[in-house]
DNA sequence: AAACAGGGTGAAAAGATTTTCACTTTATTG
DNA sequence: CAATAAAGTGAAAATCTTTTCACCCTGTTT
């Protein structure tokens, strides 16, 4: 059992997490000292020290950035406690489709409410807008959508879907006729791009049910 | 579409990618450097302009281990302990401002890399966008935004706001000038509104820092 | 042939970060 | 009360890290 935290060591580990997630990399000294309103860096190394006596922290001496969380080794399925971890799935893995859950570029936590209707939120994954072609519906580049993944015979005509086509990642309307797939723009500046549904060019992922966007 | 990676970016982008999973935060040059067998630190400089050029990592000046993937976004460490839940404000809150989170229409679980720059997920609520005024900038009616609340005098200029004014919450971009709060919207349908500071039918709640809509 | 990009070497300069030292304050405790 | 632990201040020293400079080498392009 560990030691227990005095207040100030407890707001330090908390930055120090917080910071961790946000700039996947632990804070200096000093930025733990200006966030904590410490002017020394002195009173943070005492800090850290003592958390790492207390078994909180690991610290690699003379080593920037040397810290390391002493239970960060958590599965991020394992604390679905009501809201579900959704994998994040890379551009890079484009040139193979069917194993877009291999590559992971990281995870993010989506409340139950953006899920209605999905039976299993192991078949949703995040996907990052490619370009700016539905920006007549308000999604734009770069905007994160989750998907739930479907073959394309089973999207409906009209449907917000998300298609894998080069390198990209491309949300259009899906319509199915004269034996192909059409994905269809919101914004004129963009062209419809039509695929045999064999096409290997185009992979079809699925439904878009949800969009989150960081504004700063 | 981004630049191809040589064979030596590429493998310098690999390394990186695998130091961080399991350091869990950058390697310096040093570093990389003595797994390439590269002598010089210049030399990985070298290599390391070339990926942040091609788009494939961002650089912090001079900080230590400033090195980020750009195909990263979302937390790849998994240091997961529960997504912050957030109050959604209620519509019917307009007549007390003062009360917003007294009276919740509901909660949402948000991940905390929506969060960044956030000390404390306390600070922020949600609430949903009451009209197409910013249909311009990709929000539209009904949107769930992310607030972080701030007093007017803390918004910068041109900063995305949230703002209480009758009955609707008001998604706007906010000015400060001739003593004057200018709301104004993305959209030319919409005008521009102005209040003094002290007008009780304008309320500040704070800045926008994120978004989120269900599609189905 | 000259110009240029990708990759490197070595060394030195410029910064950033961690550690150490000496001394202070406040609250708690035997 | 004197002793001790927690938390800090300020400054300086010791290390690390990033950046810059000057040059070298090898293909490919012009």
Redesign the pocket.
Known sequence: MKARL????NQAYEFIRSYMRTHRK?P????I?QA?????????????R?LETKGYLQ?????????RLADDEADPFALDEGAPTLVVVSRTASDQPEQLRRRPSGYLTVDPYFLRGVMDPETCVIGRAGDDGMNGDGIRKGDFVVIEEAPWNQLRNGELSAFLVGEELLIRRFYFANDRLHLRPADRTYTEETFSPADPRCHVIGRVIALMRRLR
């Open positions: 005095t207040e100030r060591q632990p200096t000294l000093k930025e000292g904590l309103g410490i002017r020394s860096t002195n009173g943070v190394f005492k800090l850290l003592a610290r690699e001496p003379n080593a920037a950035r040397g810290l």
